[in-house]
């Protein structure tokens, strides 16, 4: 499976971006995905996940209620809608893949079998 994302870049705090992740390959199981991103001199932190229904969905406490995960298995993407972002935002952003059972939700970083390259959002003050 190889991922690539797309939709960083230079946004205003406050404002918002919309990251997406499409996947290519064996997508034919089903897998969970998720989120991660990595400042400078920081770990790399999980930001948010989703089964691959869909119906579970994890955020990190630190963009609760102002980031969304979403996915459309057709299409075999999955975005991540940013909102209110603030500097603190700024960072790479990974997305991951992992084949797993339809239901399960994965939020360990290490769990994750496939990541795509990071894209770069930056918040200015």
């Known amino acids: 499976v190889q991922l690539q994302a797309s939709g960083g870049g230079l946004v205003q705090a406050g404002g918002s971006l919309r990251l997406s992740c499409a996947a290519s390959?064996?997508?034919?199981?089903?897998?969970?995905r998720g989120w991660f991103r990595q400042a400078p001199g920081k770990e790399r932190e999980i930001v948010a996940a989703?089964?691959?229904?869909?119906?579970?969905?994890y955020y990190a406490d630190s963009v609760k209620g102002r980031f969304t995960i979403s996915r459309d298995n057709a299409k075999n993407t999955v975005d991540l809608q940013m909102n209110s972002l603030k500097p603190e935002d700024t960072a790479f952003y990974y997305c991951?893949?992992?084949?797993?059972?339809?239901?399960?939700?994965?939020?360990?970083?290490?769990?994750?079998?496939?990541w795509g390259q990071g894209t770069l959002v930056t918040v200015s003050s």
């Open positions: 390959g064996r997508t034919s199981a089903s897998y969970a």
């Open positions: 991951a893949a992992t084949q797993t059972a339809a239901w399960r939700l994965v939020v360990a970083m290490q769990d994750y079998d496939y």
């Open positions: 989703i089964s691959w229904t869909g119906g579970s969905t």
